[in-house]
T-cell receptor, first 121, second 114 residues
């Protein structure tokens, strides 16, 4: 079964440095997302991306964050100047087009990667 | 607004016990509802889904029914195993054209003992 892959699995970096987290979504998916989960807390939405542009972003996704789909397969999250509070598990997800299954249109489920654990020192 | 409320954990059960994890939601329109599971040290895996009222999602012995009248999507399993120990997240996706964020509950940790 196709899956979302994320690299690296663990990233350690000094505060103030830039990091790029990488994701390869499922190949025929159209919608891409980043979420984060601070240790022991709720999974939080960061940003959604469709048709080469951000479709929605949360309050967390400030000017330090950016996303890019540099080619046909990769989807990246960049944090320009990391802070201690950026330490978290970052999950990439992707989903296919909406479907209509004997009812109103509905979103397809999002498929998640295994995450990148980001540790800021 | 849209939100998900889950019962607080941890839930501790003996093997073969019956499991219920409560989930209620607040949403406008016709959200899709999901349960995701996170095993220790792993990412989120889709467990089951329901896209409209009265739909029942099921997978690996787990079930949840989309109840619009009570705005609930409770997760149940008749006989849990030690391997079911994980954190379970209820989530909703408000429909708005194909892409939308998932809104997660806080998660409920399940520990099953032999």
């Amino acid at each position: 079964e196709p899956e979302v892959t994320q690299t690296p699995s663990h990233q350690v970096t000094q505060m103030g440095q830039e990091v790029i987290l990488r994701c390869v979504p499922i190949s025929n998916h159209l919608y891409f997302y980043w979420y984060r989960q601070i240790l022991g807390q709720k999974v939080e939405f960061l940003v959604s991306f469709y048709n080469n542009e951000i479709s929605e972003k949360s309050e967390i996704f400030d000017d330090q964050f950016s996303v890019e789909r540099p080619d046909g397969s990769n989807f990246t999250l960049k944090i320009r100047s990391t802070k201690l509070e950026d330490s978290a598990m970052y999950f990439c997800a992707s989903s296919g087009p909406p479907s209509r299954d004997r009812g109103p249109y509905s979103n397809q489920p999002q498929h998640f990667g295994d995450g990148t654990r980001l540790s800021i020192l | 607004g849209n939100s998900v409320t889950q019962m607080e954990g941890p839930v501790t059960l003996s093997e073969e016990a019956f499991l219920t994890i409560n989930c209620t939601y607040t949403a406008t329109g016709y959200p899709s509802l999901f349960w995701y599971v996170q095993y220790p040290g792993e990412g989120l895996q889709l467990l089951l889904k329901a896209t409209k009222a009265d739909d029942k999602g099921s997978n690996k012995g787990f079930e949840a029914t989309y109840r619009k009248e009570t705005t609930s999507f409770h997760l149940e399993k008749g006989s849990v195993q030690v391997s079911d120990s994980a954190v379970y997240f209820c989530a909703l996706s408000p429909f708005s054209g194909g892409y939308n964020k998932l809104i997660f509950g806080a998660g409920t940790r399940l520990a099953v003992h032999p």
